[in-house]
């Protein structure tokens, strides 16, 4: 191995940062993870939470191509001569982080998971990211999530329109143009001989779920696919997408994660466009018109429900299999939206405490936190 992808010792953990993390994730691992049992696993559900949030990870070069690196600089050399810098400095700040160190933290962290770095995927086009990585049983595949920095990420979440699927039903837009970019190179991976045997565990926060929902619909795996566990994932498709899928997926909501509701389900869009046809001239062809593109929408998966908690405070946590739209909306009432932070729990390091004190509770014996 050379120095660019030598795992990095002198950061923090992104998994144990502490002492008290590190005891807790060896006891984690310590217990086998099932690779072919179909059903919801609560430790399984805190590695895939490891495993989504480790896909942000920066392996990804900040450019492609030297070129646009050129054409980067050239253009912060002439904000400076403008005295216009200030408005980018995150910008930059985002953009100058060494890729190969980043790969290394990356391998790192999946080493002190018991699992070895296989392959890394990134699209030029959509700037879609993801990993796989393996064990001597199995396979997870990982796919990041919505970087608030990145143009392509935007793009792919608002691309909300309905488009055929190659397969069946009707499959949101963006979502199926990330995955297709990345899709032949991660069946590559997945079908090299090596692999022969493993069953394949598919993750993914945010954005990232929403992609790992269709990879678990179009991807072949020789020894199957386990499981899909996604976190704060948006829908993905129609009820005719949904029905053939056989991979079971666990979609995993936290409390008032608002992105979870989106893009809009059935419902919302059918009264909206019953309102809209009222309109005059317009009204009926427009509310045709936002049915056939938006309407329709259902979530995918067994849902499981993580409840509302004390800001950073997560002991009193629980894990509801399934909750109503009313319960939800209360929940997220309560929160009260207004004076907290928006998007605290979509955070996938949320979900990812919270999973590991359901998980210790249930398995108090044995684990410590």
């Known amino acids: 191995m050379d120095d660019s992808t030598t795992p990095i010792t002198t950061n ?27 059903a919801y696993s609560d430790r399984t559900a805190w590695l895939m939470a490891c495993m989504a949030q480790l896909a942000y990870i920066r392996f990804n070069p900040p450019f492609f191509g030297k070129s646009q ?9 002439r904000l400076l001569s403008n005295k216009k810098l200030s408005i980018f400095t995150e910008l930059i700040e985002k953009l100058s982080y060494d890729a190969e160190r980043e790969k290394g933290i990356l391998t790192s962290e999946l080493n002190g998971l018991n699992f ?10 959509t700037g879609t990211q993801a990993f796989l990585a393996s064990t001597d049983k199995f396979l997870i595949l990982a796919f990041r999530g919505t970087e608030t920095t990145s143009v392509k990420d935007i793009r792919s979440d608002i691309k909300a329109n309905k488009v055929p699927c190659a397969t069946e039903g009707m499959v949101h837009q963006g979502f199926k143009e990330s995955y297709e970019s990345v899709a032949g190179n991660i069946q590559k991976a997945i079908d090299e001989p090596e692999h022969a045997g493993k069953s394949l565990l598919i993750a993914g926060h945010s954005l990232g779920g929403a992609l790992a929902t269709v990879a678990a619909k179009r991807l072949k795996c020789k020894a199957g696919i386990a499981a899909c566990y996604t976190f704060g994932s948006p829908s993905v498709g129609s009820a005719e997408w949904i029905t053939p899928l056989k991979t079971p997926v666990y979609r995993i909501v936290n409390a008032a994660d608002a992105v979870t509701l989106l893009p809009p389900g059935s419902v919302t869009i059918s009264v909206l466009a019953k309102v809209c046809s009222f309109i005059p001239r317009f009204g009926k062809s427009l509310s045709k018109g936002l049915m056939d593109k938006f309407g329709g929408y259902l979530h995918t998966g067994d849902m499981r429900y993580l409840t509302n908690c004390a800001p950073g405070d997560y002991q009193d946590v629980q894990l509801l299999p399934a909750v109503t739209f009313f319960y939800r909306l209360f929940g997220f009432l309560n929160k009260n939206p207004i004076k907290s932070k928006p998007l605290t729990d979509h955070s996938i390091a949320t979900y990812r405490k919270k999973l590991g004190i359901v998980a210790q509770k249930r398995n108090k014996n044995t684990l410590s936190y």
């Open 12 to 38: 923090p953990s992104v998994i144990s940062p502490s002492p008290e993390d590190h005891l807790f994730t060896q006891e984690m691992l310590a217990r086998r993870t099932p690779s072919h049992r179909l």
């Open 69 to 77: 690196e050129e054409k980067f600089h050239k253009a912060i050399d």
């Open 116 to 125: 070895k770095l296989e392959k890394l995927f990134d699209s030029k086009e």
